[in-house]
């Protein structure tokens, strides 16, 4: 298994998503750490992950619970550019 990076409550993160026809960049705040093990009561489906991971909020107020290889610290510009094609960007603000 690859390193995974670790964040703590506050921190702001992207990942590339797909859905609806397409990719696109989330922008998030971490709102929440889960212990290895368990099931968050924010997520209605998902499989229990062996690992800390986290929930993120994006700038709709909507709760993911995305994987934690995909989590890339923000920044100020897009962290996935030259990654593939983007058609939205969800952020925080």
Known sequence: MPKLVMFKKGDRVQWKAAGRG????ITGEIVGVVNPGTLPKQIVSGSIR???????????????WPRVAALKPASSGNI???????????SLG
């Open 22 to 25: 397409g990719s696109h960049i």
């Open 50 to 64: 062996p690992h800390k991971s986290y929930l993120v909020k994006d700038g709709n107020g909507r709760i993911f």
């Open 80 to 90: 996935f550019e030259g990654v593939g094609p983007v058609e939205k960007e969800a």
